[in-house]
């Protein structure tokens, strides 16, 4: 057997031989000729090519490519982009983490190829963090992010008005008087401001 220049010298026939790689990623080319007892062979070494293996111990690269800072409708679309020189790339999957959460798999089906995008639903209101894990042909996996490190592409999500009521005004008044009010977001975006609105007695509300 002849792999890549390299001579193993005469075996022992068998079904299959045991053959560590040469270092560094790339195609290998493996030769070999049979014997058999009559010292006829079945081709000269180095004739035919009995195999061809590209090794392919390097990870695949993904990103995301943009979102928007504040979306307000679901699905979130997440665009992304990946590549691997050698195997190619056979899988990429989304995680996320919301704030103050832990990373976890979307649960999207997993994508293929070297572009696409994911349509992504968050549960509720709040800040998101999205990161792609490429696997290439040959089983590489780019690290999965695990705990509660923010990281990636992030985003607002907001997709649920703010509450507001009014809880303290005087039953009387004689001139200018204080308006009381409690106002919330929620896990939103925050309050931008808040407007009063008024009417007398049963006229239009201004």
Same mark, same amino acid.
């Given at each position: 057997?002849?792999?890549?220049?390299?001579?193993?010298?005469?075996?022992?026939?068998?079904?299959?031989?045991?053959?560590?790689?040469?270092?560094?990623?790339?195609?290998?080319?493996?030769?070999?000729?049979?014997?058999?007892?009559?010292?006829?062979?079945?081709?000269?070494?180095?004739?035919?090519?009995?195999?061809?293996?590209?090794?392919?111990?390097?990870?695949?690269?993904?990103?995301?490519?943009?979102?928007?800072?504040?979306?307000?409708?679901?699905?979130?679309?997440?665009?992304?982009?990946?590549? *691997?020189?050698?195997?190619?790339? =056979?899988? #990429?999957?989304?995680?996320?983490? %919301?704030?103050? +959460? $832990?990373? /976890?798999?979307?649960?999207?089906?997993?994508?293929?190829?070297?572009?696409?995008?994911?349509?992504?639903?968050?549960?509720?209101?709040?800040?998101?963090?999205?990161?792609?894990?490429?696997?290439?042909?040959?089983?590489?996996?780019?690290?999965?992010?695990?705990?509660?490190?923010?990281?990636?592409?992030?985003?607002?999500? *907001?997709?649920?008005?703010?509450? =507001?009521? #009014?809880?303290?005004?005087?039953? %009387?008044?004689? +001139? $200018?008087? /204080?308006?009381?009010?409690?106002?919330?977001?929620?896990?939103?975006?925050?309050?931008?401001?808040?407007?009063?609105?008024?009417?007398?007695?049963?006229?239009?509300?201004?």
């Amino acid at each position: 057997l002849y792999f890549n220049g390299e001579y193993s010298g005469h075996q022992p026939y068998s079904p299959s031989y045991p053959w560590t790689l040469s270092a560094g990623d790339g195609t290998k080319t493996l030769y070999g000729g049979f014997q058999n007892h009559a010292s006829m062979w079945s081709h000269y070494l180095e004739g035919d090519c009995l195999a061809t293996i590209i090794l392919d111990q390097t990870e695949p690269q993904s990103s995301i490519s943009s979102v928007p800072d504040l979306v307000t409708s679901a699905p979130v679309s997440i665009p992304w982009t990946a590549s *691997d020189s050698l195997s190619g790339v =056979s899988a #990429v999957e989304l995680y996320v983490l %919301q704030e103050g +959460g $832990t990373w /976890s798999n979307s649960g999207l089906a997993p994508q293929s190829g070297t572009s696409g995008t994911f349509q992504y639903a968050p549960p509720t209101d709040g800040r998101y963090y999205a990161q792609t894990v490429a696997t290439d042909g040959a089983g590489n996996q780019e690290p999965v992010p695990s705990g509660s490190v923010p990281g990636g592409q992030d985003f607002m999500y *907001d997709a649920n008005p703010p509450a =507001s009521e #009014v809880d303290g005004c005087p039953a %009387q008044a004689n +001139g $200018t008087f /204080s308006v009381h009010y409690a106002a919330s977001d929620g896990t939103g975006s925050g309050l931008n401001f808040v407007n009063l609105w008024y009417r007398k007695d049963a006229g239009s509300w201004a």
